[in-house]
């Protein structure tokens, strides 16, 4: 290589250097083309660093205006593509700081007085996460509406209740659609708390130990709507936990999601027909001319691995390493990002998947999943739903729940044996199980009769339900 393309001024470090670096070393230590996604929160932290530095006095006010004005123009320049990023200059911050020094000279090469990257890139990814994680907050509102909008649409909807997939007890559909409304409202509170700790100011820790200058970093943090300083600076420029932390966040929502896309699926299947999703989430088969297949639930059932993977990788990538930065903690950044992409997109697509998108006319939703209740309310007579209710039914004429459960388990047997329902035995074959069956047993062998029992805090009767989706729009107003 010859010494001319061993570009000196375009390193920041490059006076120390005998012999230029390799156009693949140079393409494995850059990061530039990943973590120009950062632009925005690097040039707004640089802002309330140079707005401190001159409050300060470490640099003047002209400086400051130059800086202020060469920034403005540069964030002109990447919004309109007009901005032109270079390998050479391995990263985000080197390359804004480069043009910065490129428009206003000397005042550019001021601005990084008391800051070293490491904290400077500390800083940006927690500002940038801090952003995603409000966007997202309002995603996982967004879906929870979704999906209390269908809760309340289907609250008098039965559904065989499954566990181990064998039908169990019949629930309300409106109930299961809000199961995922607390697991998706847990998600949303744990992001609230990872944001409190995702924003905390780095900045001022510099490079590892601190710096000599003069810094106001409690001001700077106040600039940037930061809820605190990090109060150590080794600790500061080193720590991912923020990301993994999120990134695990993300894992749990993704994994929730996969759980309904799984449901979504089963129902969709030919042997349920219990739902239908929109023709638009869903695709053909390029040689069965009759298939419509539920692919995005699929992919996000598989993105979910995807996501888990980061998580992996994040947790990783921090294990080994010792105090303080390593340029490991560059490889935080695509796991990080896709993270969020994946999310995102996931989340905006199941909110329109499950509750429809506004008719710009009407104002009303429409296109959400459709429900098949005759289906659901068929497969929940088909698997003896109602037999814990004979047995509760049992216990209030004082039979200990022990015995009752074994006398329904001979009328279960009895009515397998007849092809038949439990409600479709005759009062006499039931009173053969008990004496002291009478007639009014036929309202708890209802499907609907065993709903309306369940009207407990948290059960499946729909004035249950009911009351859960008012608490729910409120919460989500
Ligand atoms: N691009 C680097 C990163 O993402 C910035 C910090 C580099 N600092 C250093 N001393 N090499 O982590």
Redesign the pocket.
Known sequence: MSQNQFDKKSQAWSALFSEPMSDLVKRYTS?VFF?KRLWQADITGSLAHAEMLAAQGIISAEDHASIQKGMAQIWGEIESGAFEWKLDL????LNIEARLTQLVGDAGKRLHTGR???D???TD?RLWLRSEIDLIGELLVDLQKSLVDVAEANAEVILPGFTHLQVAQPVSFGHHMLAYVEMFSRDAERFSEVRRRTNRLPLGSA?LAGTSYPLDRERVAKTLAMDGVCQNSLDAVSDRDFAIEFTSAATLTMVHISRMSEELIIWMSQNFSFIKIADRFTTGSSIMPQKKNPDVPELARGKTGRVVGHLMGLITLMKGQPLA?N?D??E??EPLFDTVDTLKDTLRIFSEMIGGQVNAATGQKEGGISVNAEAMERAALKGYATATDLADYLVKKGLPFRDAHETVAHAVKAAQTHACDLSELPLTVLQGFHASIEKDVYECLSLRGSLNARNILGGTAPAQVRAQIARHRTRLA
Request: proline share 0%.
């Open positions: 990061s973590d391995e990263d985000v911050h070293s990257r490491n400077q890139v500390a990814v490079a930065y340029k903690n560059q935080d950044k």
